[in-house]
């Protein structure tokens, strides 16, 4: 099994890089990021093994097409840019209208903060329960940001306890929900090892980009291949940011910015593949 995604289910992030930001220009944006993961879908040998992620509220035209076209589809169910997780649906009834492969959930959880990760169990509890009664797979996006203590012990968070949190974070969560895939972020291959040995058999994982440098998501991509349960990526902002930004501002065209988008996309399968 692998799973390569693209994920364009950004929300708030869409509405920083737009200096007058409206619903249809957004999902024009969402739009030419679709047609550069069409480019490398309609000519891959082995389209079972990609997927999109994208939102309800900006990609409805996208789901349906996805849907109609048996694409893999991803749909993110809580609301973007909360610090403690909050759900986009109200009713999680409402998922079962589009019917997607896997149910996303990101939940932002430094073990350090007990009380907030209380009420994100609560929370997930609540989607663990829906999902098992409708048979639907989850991806849980895990962040893992520091605390003001986190910053007080060290100076370069990322390096010396961010795995250590993770660690944690990913006991406790699987102790109370079933998790399907982890959708993580990147780490060395000592660290992978080290998750690896903790999460539960029948689990997969994910590496996600976080945003970083074409170079960095590669050197993490290296890493993470290594490590048999990791079956592929979830790579956003790495792959459609910059010709993005770029046909925002006019620099290339449309069609231009989808083909450069389809590059970076293909670009990281085949380097995962290798």
Not at 30 to 51: A, D, P, R
Not at 178 to 201: P, T
Not at 211 to 222: D, F, N, P, R, Y
Not at 260 to 265: E, L, Q, V
Request: aromatic letters at 10%; proline letters at 3%; hydrophobic letters at 35%.
């Amino acid at each position: 099994m692998k799973l390569y995604i693209l994920p364009f289910d950004h929300r708030s992030s869409f509405i920083k890089i737009l200096e007058n930001p409206n619903k249809k220009k957004v999902e024009e944006l969402k739009q030419i990021i679709f047609e550069g993961f069409l480019k490398v879908y309609n000519s891959s040998k082995n389209k079972k093994n990609l997927g999109i992620l994208v939102d309800e509220k900006y990609g409805k035209s996208i789901i349906k097409y996805a849907q109609e076209n048996k694409i893999t589809l991803c749909l993110p169910i809580e609301k973007s840019g909360k610090k403690i997780l909050e759900l986009e649906y109200k009713d999680l009834k409402e998922v079962k209208k589009i019917n997607p492969d896997y149910i996303k959930i990101l939940i932002r959880y430094n073990p350090l903060n007990i009380k907030e990760n209380k009420k994100q169990i609560t929370i997930l509890k609540k989607v663990n329960t829906f999902c098992l009664k409708n048979n639907y797979k989850t991806i849980l996006e895990l962040l893992v940001p520091p605390t003001k203590k986190d910053l007080e012990l060290t100076k370069d968070y990322d390096k010396y306890l961010r795995i250590e949190r993770t660690l944690v974070a990913i006991k406790e969560i699987q102790e109370n929900i079933k998790v399907n895939i982890w959708k993580l972020e990147g780490f060395r291959e000592k660290e992978w090892k080290e998750i690896n040995k903790i999460i539960k058999n029948d689990s997969k994982i994910i590496f996600l980009g976080r945003g970083e440098s074409k170079a960095k998501v590669k050197k993490w991509l290296i890493e993470s291949k290594k490590i048999k349960n990791i079956i592929g990526f979830a790579i956003g902002r790495t792959t459609f940011m910059e010709p993005i930004e770029k046909y925002i501002n006019g620099l290339i065209t449309r069609e231009k910015a989808s083909q450069k988008i389809a590059n970076n996309f293909k670009y990281f399968i085949d380097l995962f593949d290798k």
